[in-house]
């Protein structure tokens, strides 16, 4: 095994030796374990020091971190008490219910005991991610049930429905512009698609999940194919994937140049978070693994990149996005281009190669990540494998068709005829609806 993959490994080990083990933890085990499978390709069996020293360099740089810099207060385990006023932050938004806004609320930076809770708002005034809100009510403790382990897996301590809302002035900073050009690019694609249509088309392209139908929302992570509407690091890299695919006939500096543009244009429309910036850096890994043709050089940049984002927060280790983002990586790296080879092969030629080639990447990200969901999520889509290689083909004419059909909705918005926008539109409608 590689140096760079040692390295990694020794950092991986330390963090999950540092968090004492935690539950959330069991994926890391599982994705350390199996991450060493896929990279065995790499293995030159080594003895001595040198073949043990990467792993002691990758454990010390987490020590070190833990040792030098301070780690944050820790979250609440239980919620406060009382009924409020509390003065919290939009930390995301999820699709109305019931005629009520639902969000993730997170106390402002500084706060001595930060927590997070799922809340469920009055319909107006809407709230947008970053706004600074007073709600009241009690906040109840997380259910015994499998919402209440999906509300520990993202960190909430309970949940709060609020009978009042009071949003308060918010700075006009660089987020809060980015955050209202991807809500007037909603509005524009509202403009020219029906529902559920545009909400759908502005969760796959600029990851507002909250515009996506919530019945919808809910079939597709019934059917396995959730990652569709949300940014991580399998989502980007498939959409490198095919954008490297379809610009197939440029030089290979031209595509990569191309390839890492779409990637940084996707992720600052998705908002730029630092979950969705981890995924736009596996995705340049294996942009790296596909333009060089060199496993090995990819191989050293996911165990780097692995490295620094755990010296940077060793508690990534217990986040599950951590975790399929890497795995996902490394099962792109070892499988993609053999079983794109195998689709290839066959079909004896009849599939056009970006088609073999996102059908590949599928199935790579899908097998690696197989163990992570089954631990961290307790669950398993029977048909998602078949249903993957159905949908993931589609997901970059809807984003091509889905840029068409934003472009002519700020047309209309702009003053054009409505019915240029609608024919224009018309594309992105078909893909989507089917």
């Known amino acids: 095994m590689g140096r760079s993959s040692r390295l990694a490994i020794g950092a991986v080990v330390a963090a999950v030796a540092a968090g004492q083990v935690a539950p959330s933890h069991l994926g890391a085990a599982v994705a350390l374990a199996l991450a060493a499978l896929l990279l065995i390709g790499e293995a030159r069996p080594r003895l001595g020091a040198a073949s043990i020293l990467p792993f002691v360099l990758g454990a010390g740089l987490i020590a070190i971190r833990l040792t030098m810099v301070p780690t944050g207060p820790a979250p609440l385990e239980r919620p406060p008490d009382g009924d409020g006023p509390w003065t919290l932050v939009v930390a995301s938004t999820g699709s109305p219910r019931d005629g009520q806004q639902t969000a993730t609320l997170g106390t402002p930076p500084g706060v001595e005991t930060p ?119 399998w989502n980007i890299a498939i959409v490198a994937a095919a954008i490297a695919a379809m610009t197939g006939r440029l030089g290979r500096r031209r595509r990569s140049v191309v390839t890492i543009l779409a990637i940084v244009a996707y992720v600052a429309f998705a908002g730029a978070s630092p979950s969705v910036v981890r995924a736009a850096l596996m995705a340049g890994v294996v942009l790296l693994a596909r333009e060089s043709g060199r496993a090995g050089r990819a191989t050293a940049a996911l165990g780097w990149a692995a490295t620094l984002l755990l010296v940077s927060d060793p508690e990534l ?20 281009t053999p079983l794109t080879g195998w689709i290839e092969t066959i079909t004896r030629g009849r599939l056009p190669h970006w088609l073999a080639e996102s059908l590949g990447v599928s199935l790579a990200a899908q097998a690696a990540t197989l163990p992570i969901i089954l631990v961290s999520f307790g669950r398993l889509a029977i048909l998602s494998p078949i249903v993957n290689l159905v949908v993931v083909p589609l997901v970059a004419p809807a984003m091509v068709a889905g840029l068409v059909a934003l472009a002519a909705g700020g047309a209309v918005l702009g003053g054009a005829p409505a019915i240029v926008g609608s024919v224009a539109a018309a594309p992105a409608w078909v893909i989507l609806r089917v």
């Open 317 to 336: 280790i217990g986040d599950a996005g951590f975790q399929l983002s890497s795995l996902a990586t490394a099962g792109l790296i070892a499988w993609a």
């Open 115 to 233: 927590f997070q809770v799922a809340a469920t708002l009055p319909r107006y005034p809407v709230v947008i991610p970053g706004d600074r809100i007073v709600v009241d009510g009690q906040i109840r403790p997380r259910p015994d049930s499998p919402y209440g382990a999906y509300l520990q897996r993202i960190g909430a301590v309970g949940t709060l429905t609020s009978r009042t809302l009071r949003v308060e002035p918010t700075p006009d900073d660089p987020g809060r512009r980015l955050e209202d050009l991807r809500r007037g690019a909603a509005e524009a694609l509202a403009r020219v698609l029906p529902e559920p249509e545009a909400g759908l088309a502005a969760g796959i392209l600029i990851g507002l999940r909250d515009h996506v139908d919530r019945d919808l929302a809910a079939a597709f992570t019934t059917a396995g194919v959730s990652h569709v509407v949300a940014i991580s690091g």
